[in-house]
């Protein structure tokens, strides 16, 4: 048993057993950051599911959830969705992976340059981390320059993590607090600089310092709020003034407010996109598109591997597609946002607290206004706690599935009302920790754009 803080019902008992085991035979517990215990109410929280269907999943103790992190955002249709899954199961049966090129990667292709308005050529990886890495080699590749001027997160990759040789480690602040470049080659430093988001004329001076050396400017567009008015656009001017290669990291953002991207929503195309998570719900893939110039210099440059032809992401990728258009996925998800936000604040006023379920429709969230701000991380612990114990796995903030239902979100009404009434009985009470079971949530490490 660890020493960490548990629930006395003993209700995620064989989650926290296995999780001891990790800790000893996986180095970091799991394979993705945000699946750590920490990230949730480590002692209430699930760790380990057995399985999962539409709009929930069974931890390995036998409690149902109502799922509103959905693999980090991966899963967009439902978990085992019945149309990809046969289309995949359909796959398998003519294998997953063929000696020969498949098909489907033209197919694929062809259906991206439809749907994502920057996609001319196509290349595919299976994650994003991978996909973004590409993407610079193409980059720097085809402008034969180094620097990559960037602002968001873009994965593990040494290219992008070697930014915090920038930092002095002991404050973390700058540029993605909490990760130190342990393990990346210090040659790198200097080659990967983060601007502020919503700042052009940060992204103006770094270009203009190192004019005729930037290879891309490397973004997330958005993530849960639309840019500033022009922003984008300065951008894409500045790239072009500067012979830089403008590249949006469609990553988290794509697929759910639109299928075309932030691209398609705000008009504002790059010359390159990378694409991964909600693209397959659930199959690994990702991908690298972008325009003629700026991605057929790739024919000349080393980028191969095996597995990148695997027929299951293809055909995920192309069934998952042609759901999110066949169930006019855009309108959905607006709906199923303004009906959490109107739930989810009527939960805030009847607990009688002061706060707003704000953010676009594709990822609304909770921020409650705390009397004092170092009390955040217990509230949001409290919070998630609370929404465990009663069958809700969520953050402070919702990604939903087309799967979520009119019943889901009433549901989740009820349960946020009862956990907001908890955090409210805790903040007067001034006592939260005799509320506290779980060990704080930690943050992982800053994005950079909200
Ligand atoms: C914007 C963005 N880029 C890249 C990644 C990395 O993708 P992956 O975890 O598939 O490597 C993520 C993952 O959260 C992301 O949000």
């Excluded at 090129?101 to 749907?115: D, G, Q």
């Excluded at 890495?133 to 993590?161: K, N, P, S």
């Excluded at 200097?190 to 004019?211: I, K, N, S």
């Amino acid at each position: 048993m660890s020493e960490h803080k548990r629930n006395s019902d003993n209700r995620v008992e064989q989650s926290l057993a296995l999780y001891d085991r990790a800790g000893q035979l996986i180095p970091g517990w799991t394979q993705l950051i945000s699946r750590r215990a920490s990230q949730f109410a480590y002692g209430n929280s699930p760790i380990y599911a057995q399985r999962a269907k539409g709009s929930r999943f069974i931890d390995i103790d036998e409690n149902e959830y109502l799922d509103w992190v959905n693999a980090v955002g991966a899963i967009i249709l439902g978990h085992a969705d019945d149309v990809v899954d046969a289309a995949v199961i359909e796959q398998i049966g003519r294998s997953s992976l063929y000696t020969l090129n498949s098909p489907l990667e033209i197919e694929l292709a062809e259906l991206l340059n439809e749907v994502i308005p920057s996609s001319e050529m196509v290349r595919y990886t299976k994650s994003g981390g991978e996909a973004n890495a590409l993407a610079v080699r193409i980059a720097r590749g085809t402008t034969g320059r180094d620097i990559v001027l960037f602002t968001g997160y873009h994965g593990w990759h040494d290219w992008y993590q070697s930014a915090n040789y920038l930092v002095d480690p002991a404050s973390g602040e700058y540029p993605f607090a909490g990760i130190e470049p342990i393990g990346v080659p210090q040659a790198l430093a200097g080659t990967a600089l983060p601007f502020v988001y919503g700042d052009l004329q940060m992204l103006q001076m770094l270009l203009e310092q190192h004019a005729g050396k930037v290879a891309a400017i490397m973004m997330e567009p958005l993530r849960s709020e639309m840019p500033p008015p022009g922003y984008l656009e300065g951008v894409k001017q500045l790239a072009e003034m500067h012979g830089a290669i403008l590249i949006f990291d469609e990553v988290s953002c794509g697929w759910r407010m639109n299928i075309g991207g932030a691209q398609a929503e705000t008009g504002v195309i790059p010359d390159m996109t990378v694409l991964a998570k909600a693209m397959s719900n659930g199959y690994p893939m990702g991908a690298v598109v972008g325009s003629r110039a700026a991605m057929e210099p790739a024919k000349n440059m080393f980028i191969s591997s095996s597995y990148w032809s695997d027929n299951l992401g293809l055909v995920a990728t192309l069934t998952t597609i042609r759901e999110l258009q066949r169930r006019n996925s855009a309108q959905q998800f607006d709906a199923i946002g303004e009906a959490l936000r109107t739930t989810l604040n009527q939960s805030i006023a009847d607990a009688g607290l002061s706060g707003a379920c704000t953010g676009l429709s594709y990822t609304p969230a909770i921020s409650l206004d705390l009397p004092d701000e170092t009390l955040r991380p217990k509230v949001t612990t409290l919070f998630i706690q609370e929404m465990a114990r009663r069958g809700v796995h969520t953050y402070m903030g919702f990604k939903a599935t087309l799967a979520h239902s009119a019943g889901d979100i009433a549901l989740t009404g009820r349960i946020t009302t009862e956990a907001l009434q908890v955090v409210k009985r805790a903040l007067d009470s001034g006592d939260i920790d005799h509320y506290l079971e779980s060990d704080l949530k930690q943050e992982p490490f800053r994005r950079l754009v909200k």
